[in-house]
């Protein structure tokens, strides 16, 4: 007995210590905000920095159209006689004053693309283009099932941490009044102990579920790349499950809906078209351009002031692109096996995810009994029951603790019901449940 009032005592002064600890944190605080999920969504999704660098990407592959579209530039070559053998002149104009012929040549020549190689070169960067478009929206699709599930998951936390504090405030009260029977030697001393030790144990899994609530909110804030001081808190519109939503969703219906609306699905199928469209631009590489061009020439070996027409063109005899030819077909292949993983992995999330939702449908059916039973007045009926002597002091402690877990498990499985309706919505790739 003497071991077990010891810890106590130790334990009491840790306690002690950590609410003087948070009491001078919450001094600096600039106090509390609350979000609703539809405003915590909204913010996400114009201050994310992660959203914001892919944005830029779109922005960096538009511009590669453009670049993709542009013709060669022209060739303008001038040739200048520097140095006359015969008269010994450097940059010869003139002779005693006189006037004097020079060797003068231009030259102007324009690459002539053949085989349709710009407007094949435009549809490959088109299609970068828009797999950075899917690329952000895939992002802000799994972002946003991160941001819904940490935010479900701070608010239900909140309730917890509502739970144990008036059940805390409960106890310590019983306490205080045991303490003052206690002085008067009418109480044995094992039973305050007994009250004291299921009042450190609430106040242990407090500051447990406080220090995941930090980590919670501090992924949150992240996300949301909020820099204030404000104790982040979020408010559900709607805070009870609908649970009949689960009736009117067809399963194949969800299934073809992952066609159209996963990005990550789409990129793949953009993929490959793009690994297509680039077989396409490179067998036309295969195929030689032409250079033409305008000559003069001052002093030409035929006649003075020649003009010519020139035209170049390289022959395919060895390197014919053969190897990027070959790579391209090979990528086909690659991103068409790509598309159906990427598919198959779609239709298995949703697949997951519907039964998830049906059997956390089905626990907080069974729940509602439980609620409509009253648990935090049941709590504090046990408790005047106790403080009535109704109760001794095992029926009450074992009686609270499962009124407690009871009420905590509740708000276990209406936060599984949430996160299963979310990530239903992110498996679909749109939001079927309303959530808000």
Do not use: C
Request: hydrophobic residues 45%.
């Amino acid at each position: 007995m003497g071991m077990l009032t010891s810890l106590l005592h130790r334990s009491r002064g840790r306690f002690i210590v950590l609410v003087l600890l948070a009491t001078a944190t919450s001094a600096f605080a600039q106090g509390s905000r609350t979000l609703t999920l539809t405003e915590a969504e909204q913010q996400f999704l114009t201050r994310n920095l992660s959203m914001i660098a892919a944005r830029y990407d779109v922005a960096i592959a538009r511009a590669a159209v453009v670049t993709a579209g542009l013709m060669p530039n022209p060739e303008l070559a001038i040739e200048y006689n520097v140095f006359n053998p015969t008269t010994g002149q450097w940059f010869p104009l003139a002779l005693n004053g006189t006037p004097i012929a020079s060797q003068q040549s231009v030259s102007l020549q324009q690459l002539i693309e053949l085989a349709g190689k710009r407007g094949k070169r435009v549809d490959v960067a088109s299609l970068d283009e828009r797999t950075a478009e899917e690329n952000v929206l895939d992002l802000a699709r799994t972002l946003m099932s991160t941001l819904r599930a940490t935010a479900l998951d701070l608010y239900h936390v909140d309730a917890k941490l509502a739970t144990y504090s008036d059940g805390i405030r409960d106890l310590d009260r019983t306490v205080t009044a045991l303490n003052s029977i206690q002085d008067k030697g009418v109480l044995p001393s094992q039973e305050i102990v007994r009250i004291r030790s299921l009042l450190f144990a609430f106040q242990q899994e407090r500051a447990a579920l406080s220090m995941q609530r930090t980590e919670m909110e501090y992924g949150l804030r992240l996300l949301l790349r909020d820099s204030t001081n404000d104790t982040l808190h979020i408010r559900l519109e709607q805070p009870d499950p609908d649970t009949t939503v689960i009736t009117g969703l067809d399963a194949s219906q969800l299934l073809q809906r992952t066609d159209t609306n996963r990005p990550d699905v789409r990129i793949a199928r953009t993929l490959v078209e793009r690994e297509a469209a680039n077989l396409s631009y490179q067998r036309s590489l295969a195929i030689p351009d032409v250079r033409v061009g305008l000559l003069y020439d001052k002093w030409a070996s035929a006649w003075q002031d020649y003009v010519g027409l020139t035209m170049s063109v390289t022959l395919p005899i060895f390197d014919r692109n053969q190897g990027n030819i070959e790579a391209a077909q090979a990528g086909i292949d690659r991103n068409r096996s790509t598309l159906e993983l990427a598919t198959s992995a779609a239709k298995r999330d949703v697949t997951m995810a519907l039964n998830k939702l049906r059997t956390a449908s089905e626990m907080y059916t069974a729940t509602i009994p439980l609620a409509r039973a009253g648990l935090p007045k049941a709590m504090t009926a046990v408790l005047d029951a106790y403080n009535r002597q109704a109760l001794d002091i095992t029926q009450f402690t074992d009686m609270y603790s499962s009124y407690k877990n009871s009420m905590i498990q509740m708000i276990d499985v209406r936060n599984a019901w949430f996160q299963s309706a979310s990530e239903l919505n992110a498996a679909v790739g749109s939001d079927v449940i309303n959530i808000k």
